[in-house]
């Protein structure tokens, strides 16, 4: 029996917001919090939305996406001016158009995302 969508985003979910907590790690496994710069493992951060994880067409997307301490991401509610500072006007205004593009999800595009990021992070575990 086939995956049912809400699996295959869930799934993609989890190993996309490893792969953006790993990515900017250091050797030891640390990584600091896009906005507010704290250091911490990348285990202890989340991966933080600059648009709407209910933005299907930005969330996935690498640029739309960074490292979050839970303070900032969570307790601040992801700190949306200080990303976009961080991120830079010509990328934020681009993020913003992009978001409200509508978005078509295949299970065979959520399929092809999951192996991707998959082997993705294995390469930086």
């Not at 995956?3 to 050797?27: E, G, M, P």
């Not at 951060?45 to 994880?53: E, I, K, L, N, Y």
């Not at 978001?99 to 295949?106: D, I, K």
């Amino acid at each position: 029996m086939p995956l049912k969508r809400s699996t295959l985003i869930k799934k993609l979910d989890k190993v996309f917001s490893q792969y953006i907590r790993l990515k900017d790690a250091d050797h030891a496994g640390y990584v600091s919090c896009f906005t507010c710069g704290v250091s911490k493992n990348w285990r202890e951060v989340d991966a933080g939305h600059f648009q709407s994880r209910g933005k299907y067409a930005t969330r996935w997307n690498e640029d739309n996406v960074r490292p979050q301490c839970k303070r900032c991401n969570g307790f601040r509610g992801g700190e949306q001016y200080q990303f976009a500072l961080n991120l830079g006007t010509d990328l934020a205004d681009e993020l913003v158009l992009l978001s409200n593009q509508p978005a078509r999800l295949t299970n065979e595009w959520l399929l092809e995302k999951i192996k991707h990021y998959q082997q993705e992070v294995k390469k930086l575990l």
